[in-house]
Each structure stands twice: as structure tokens, then as C-alpha cells.
């Protein structure tokens, strides 16, 4: 992969042999054509030249915690909202963007959100598959499910065609086993999961049990403090690493 004038800008990082190989893998990963500075703010998806730095150092702060709490590993990250429309998918997009600003790390981030999936406007292509398909066809390997997403270093995977059984797609053995596939194909890749508001349905309750961590989208001055509380003991107070607050 030719090198990007978009990574000149990520933080400077400690070097050491591991990081040196990671790098080298990943500067070999194959790109689609990259959105241009301009579509990626219609797309209010952060960048390393958007004008808005406060929001751009925002999610930079927040990577910075996230990989703190983690340890730098290849986590499963959560990311939900307290309620319908609080920007939990916002979030979670414009988070993978921010982790994969880093050249020694990548992204990949999985639609789960059955009800209103986000992720396919990243796309350059229409997808054959995504994970409900991938969940109903033992013929599909994981590899024909994740996309490039014209953003270097990210990769995601759209939520697919049958969005009918949700709670039955994600409770199966087979979602646990591509869990764990994905989680330990790739040991530079930090893992983030879109997943529906955390009181409107029960997929979130499912999907929490596959995280290490977990974040909560607080839409500001539209929720309740019982609805934050609520929200906290759906995914479990432990794996819960901080609220978010949306305005």
C-alpha cells in the first residue's frame, strides 16, 4: 500500500520490532479507492483535515482511553446508545476512523444494528454478504464478509440481507465462533461492534456478552439518569469503560 499523506498526522509512536512488522503487514493490506477530505465530511466521518479539531481530538482522547483500558490488545469494543437516535452509530464510525489513523493498528467495524445499519454508506461497493448471511450460510468464510471502506486501515462489515431473526442470528454458536475468528486473525486489528440502542432491544443484552469493553452514547439533555443506569446494567457495570456524551 503506497503511503498516505493522511498518516503523516497520526501521533507519533514508540517504535519496537513488533510494531515494526505490524506496520509491514498492514502497509501490504489492499485498499479501495480512498474518499476524498470533502465526502468524508458529508459523511461526517472524522479525518485527519477536517476543520473541526475539537471533535477530531475528541475521538483521539477517546482512542487514547479505550486503548488504555485494553491494554493495546485487539479488544471487542461495544458501542451502543441509551436511547433510538442518540448517535451511537455516529460513534461508532468516526471511532474505527480515529483508531485507524494509527499505522500500526487497524479497524474493523461490524454492523450489528438490525433496526437502522449505518455502515454500508462507508462502502465503495454494494456487498454480496454481510453477517446475517454469513451467520445462515456455513459455505461463506469470514473473509467474503469483511469489505475495504475507502478509509486506509479500516475494513468493516455491513449488517446483510436477513435482518428478520436478530436475537436468534447473535445467540447462535456460530456468531460466538466469528467472534473469535475475527478477534484472533489478526492481532494489530482493534474490533468495533455498531450495536442497536441498549433499552430497544434485546440483541444488545446478546452482543454485550461478546465485548471486553463497552461504550454508552449519551444523547445530552434527552435521557434520565434511570435511563444511563438502565443502559449500564443491560451490558454489565464492568465492561462498561465510559458514557459518551452526544449533543
Request: hydrophobic letters at 40%.
Amino acid at each position: 500500500m503506497a503511503e498516505n499523506n493522511q498518516d503523516k498526522v497520526s501521533e507519533p509512536l514508540i517504535d519496537s520490532p513488533s510494531r515494526q512488522f505490524a506496520r509491514q503487514q498492514i502497509r501490504k493490506m489492499t485498499e479501495v479507492e480512498q474518499w476524498e477530505p470533502g465526502e468524508l465530511d458529508a459523511l461526517k466521518i472524522i479525518h485527519p483535515g477536517i476543520k473541526n479539531r475539537d471533535l477530531l481530538n475528541s475521538f483521539r482522547e477517546l482512542r487514547t482511553q479505550l486503548m488504555q483500558k485494553t491494554g493495546g490488545k485487539n479488544a471487542v469494543c461495544l458501542v451502543s446508545s441509551v436511547c433510538k437516535g442518540g448517535g451511537g452509530s455516529f460513534v461508532s464510525l468516526n471511532l474505527a476512523a480515529t483508531i485507524a489513523l494509527d499505522i500500526s493498528k487497524t479497524a474493523l467495524l461490524i454492523d450489528c444494528n438490525l433496526y437502522e445499519p449505518s455502515v454500508e454508506r462507508l462502502m465503495r461497493v454494494t456487498p454480496d454478504y454481510g453477517l446475517t448471511d454469513y451467520l445462515e450460510d456455513v459455505n461463506l468464510d469470514v473473509q467474503d464478509i469483511i469489505y475495504s471502506a475507502g478509509i486506509p486501515r479500516l475494513r468493516v462489515i455491513p449488517v446483510g440481507c436477513n435482518t428478520e431473526a436478530g436475537a436468534e442470528h447473535f445467540i447462535s454458536a456460530r456468531m460466538g465462533d466469528f467472534i473469535e475468528a475475527v478477534r484472533t486473525r489478526y492481532p494489530d486489528r482493534f474490533i468495533i461492534i455498531d450495536a442497536p440502542p441498549v433499552g430497544l432491544a434485546a440483541e444488545t443484552r446478546i452482543l454485550a456478552n461478546y465485548c471486553d469493553v463497552a461504550l454508552l452514547v449519551v444523547p445530552y439533555g434527552r435521557v434520565t439518569p434511570q435511563q444511563i443506569q438502565s443502559g449500564i446494567d443491560t451490558v454489565g457495570k464492568d465492561k462498561v469503560a465510559g458514557l459518551v456524551f452526544n449533543d
